[in-house]
C-alpha cells in the first residue's frame, strides 16, 4: 500500500530515458519501462492545483509518437526551455499532463498517458530540476485539444503538457 501511495510523486519512468543498461520490466505497451524511485523523491503531500497558476510564461508540448512515451530528439528544445525556466524560478512548480489520442481503451490511454508524464518529468529532473517541484497527472484521450478523427488530429493529441504554480 504504501509504495502505491507514492506512486505518483514518486515513481518515475527516468532510465528509460536517460540511459541504458539497467533492469527493465516490459509493460502492456511493448517498450522497456524502468521505473526506479529517484533521490529526493517522497510522497505527494498536495496537489499543486491548489496553488496560484502561472499565466504569464508558457511552453509548447512535446510531441509522442503514436502507442510511445519515448522522447523524440526534436522534442528535447522543448525540455530544455521548461528546466532553463524552472531553474531560474525556484518558487514555481510544475504538473506535466499526459494525454493520449483516442485510439485504445479509456485504461490503455490513461496508462500511456501517464508515462509520457513521466518521461517528460524524467528527462527534467535529468536536467537538474528538482523532483520534489515536478507533479504528473494523466488524462488519457480525455482532453483533446483538436476535435478531429484523422491523423492530424491524432498527432495534436498526442502530447505532454505544462501546468506551472506559485
Keep these: 500500500m504504501k509504495s502505491s501511495l507514492r506512486y505518483m510523486g514518486v515513481l518515475t519512468v527516468g532510465v ?20 526506479e524511485e529517484l533521490d529526493g523523491d517522497h510522497a505527494l503531500m498536495e496537489r499543486f492545483e491548489d496553488r496560484v497558476r502561472v499565466t504569464d510564461v508558457s511552453f509548447d508540448p512535446v ?9 523524440d ?3 528535447v528544445g522543448k525540455l530544455n526551455r ?17 494525454h493520449s489520442d483516442e485510439r485504445g481503451s479509456r485504461e490503455y490511454n490513461m496508462s500511456l498517458g501517464e508515462h509520457r508524464a513521466l518521461a517528460v518529468r524524467a528527462y527534467l529532473i535529468g536536467l537538474g530540476v528538482d523532483s520534489a517541484r515536478i507533479q504528473t497527472r494523466s488524462y488519457g484521450a480525455e482532453k483533446p485539444v ?16 505544462f501546468a506551472l504554480y506559485r
Design 16 to 35: 528509460a530515458v536517460l540511459a541504458g543498461g539497467c533492469k527493465t520490466d516490459s509493460d502492456e505497451m511493448g517498450e522497456s519501462l524502468i521505473i
Design 63 to 71: 510531441g509522442f509518437r503514436y502507442d510511445s512515451y519515448q522522447i
Design 146 to 161: 483538436d476535435m478531429g478523427h484523422n491523423e492530424a488530429a491524432w498527432t495534436n493529441n498526442r502530447r505532454g503538457e
Design 82 to 98: 521548461v528546466a532553463d525556466y524552472l531553474r531560474g524560478n525556484g518558487d514555481v512548480s510544475l504538473v506535466v499532463e499526459g
Design 73 to 75: 530528439g526534436g522534442e
